[in-house]
């Protein structure tokens, strides 16, 4: 009978991993639905992160879990077409007798800082029931993209493939719950995903990138006194020891682990931040206006192709040039089309010179320049900005650190000749990315992902 073929794979998972019968059967069913996902034409909509994800790499043993963690790629969705999706995918049969139900959704953990819903589900196999949530999280970013990762199934068949965390990413946004919460702090449960996460090995240069975009994107700032300070304070204080201890006795799998070991793995994760020298406008006297270009061409890449706005990005500058002031010293542009464009609905409120400047382009993609988007997955297939080697670059063009060091060097330029003047700069999502870096101490990276929205203004002073 299939009942007595799961219940004897479930006791044999939780005699093999040391866990509670209860814990296997969790998997059982946190297994159904996933596998469920897999199959679904939402399969690339969701990044899988959070406990389960991390109870995959390292054992049901080593990091049991409660519930399931998405983000969710884009932008938040009504609760009613949520709430069909997942129907949808409950609905898909795969032959492992399991029934999944929808019973409603709520508002996400009041303590997050993004916005999310959580999805309760009742699953069913036999007489066998489990109730537990899915939290879909929208907003935070994920460096330097969503990976696929197989699955193997505990309980026999074939695994199965979602996208999930980078590890980098999922360290950055523990750390920045660490931070951010300080000694206020009660998710003990996230020091030891620190530990075990970090136990797995990670890019530093990754992390850092991480670590950065976290904290920018949820408002934590990226200053080494407050990091460090804040770090030293978690573990100094006795309260969090104390439940740190609690947390331990509570959960077997981690009975191994001790508060100096996570201490241990925090300060190492924090010996891989660095903090550049910030540059000051206050001592160039310069108040400074960034505005990104309007949407440009979506069937080209970017770089310095000669790509022009689009209607709906012609419809961004319109609006914004409600907001620019008249009271500019200067105007600058980048010379590349879609640039040039923003720039000259925006002069029909400001009627000044423009300086046209080819160091403030994007960068030099060289042999991608104009190339279509479906051209370039077939020729370089995965090989994004991104995805480069700070000393990498494609046929004909610039590296990440070429680019840096030239949009550095201009706009040291731009502000030493122009002190005590009020600037408009017209550029794009690259070169404000290295803006930002120069004027908030951040380490550069091709993996930022700091950038403002096309068609905003960006003010700085």
Request: charged letters at 25%; glycine letters at 8%.
């Amino acid at each position: 009978m299939e009942l007595d073929r799961i219940k004897a794979k479930v006791r044999t998972l939780s005699n093999q991993e040391g866990v509670d019968v209860q814990i296997a059967w969790d998997t059982f069913f946190f297994e159904g639905f996933l596998r469920r996902l897999s199959c679904s034409p939402y399969v690339k909509d969701f990044v899988l992160k959070g406990g389960f994800f991390l109870q995959s790499v390292i054992g049901v043993s080593a990091r049991s879990t409660m519930d399931i963690d998405f983000k969710f790629i884009g932008k938040g969705v009504p609760d009613d077409e949520l709430i069909a999706c997942f129907k949808e995918i409950c609905e898909i049969e795969n032959g492992d007798g399991i029934q999944l139900d929808i019973l409603g959704i709520e508002e996400i953990r009041a303590e997050t800082k993004y916005g999310g819903k959580t999805i309760k589900i009742s699953a069913k196999f036999f007489n066998v029931r489990k109730t537990f949530g899915v939290d879909v999280g929208f907003g935070d970013v994920v460096t330097p993209c969503p990976i696929e990762h197989v699955f193997p199934s505990s309980f026999g068949g074939d695994g199965y493939r979602l996208l999930t965390y980078p590890i980098e990413t999922a360290l950055a946004e523990k750390l920045e719950t660490l931070i951010s919460k300080g000694t206020n702090n009660s998710r003990i449960k996230d020091l030891v995903d620190m530990y075990l996460y970090a136990s797995q090995g990670f890019d530093p240069l990754t992390f850092v990138a991480a670590t950065v975009n976290t904290f920018w994107l949820r408002g934590t700032p990226y200053d080494r006194a407050t990091i460090f300070e804040t770090a030293k304070k978690v573990f100094g204080s006795e309260r969090i020891r104390e439940l740190f201890d609690h947390y331990k006795n509570k959960h077997p799998f981690a009975s191994g682990i001790t508060f100096e070991m996570c201490k241990e793995a925090v300060d190492s994760l924090l010996s891989n931040l660095f903090f550049p020298e910030k540059v000051r406008l206050a001592d160039y006297g310069v108040i400074l206006h960034l505005v990104r270009h309007g949407q440009d061409d979506t069937e080209r890449v970017g770089g310095w192709s000669d790509n022009r706005l689009t209607p709906a990005g012609i419809d961004e500058i319109k609006y914004l040039r409600r907001e620019i002031d008249d009271s500019y010293g200067l105007f600058v542009s980048s010379d590349l089309e879609r640039t040039k464009e923003t720039s000259d609905i925006l002069n029909v409120k400001l009627h000044m010179d423009i300086h046209y400047s080819e160091s403030f382009r994007e960068v030099n993609n060289g042999v991608l320049r104009n190339m279509l988007k479906r051209d370039f997955q077939i020729q370089y297939p995965g090989r994004y900005f991104s995805t480069l080697g700070m000393d990498e670059s494609y046929p004909g063009g610039e590296t990440p650190r070429q680019f840096f060091l030239r949009v550095e060097a201009a706009f040291l330029s731009l502000l030493q000749a122009n002190r005590g003047k009020k600037i408009l700069l017209v550029t794009h999502g690259g070169v404000i990315t290295v803006i930002l870096c120069l004027l908030r101490g951040f380490p550069y990276s091709n993996k930022l992902k700091i950038a403002p929205s096309t068609g905003t203004l960006t003010k700085l002073n």
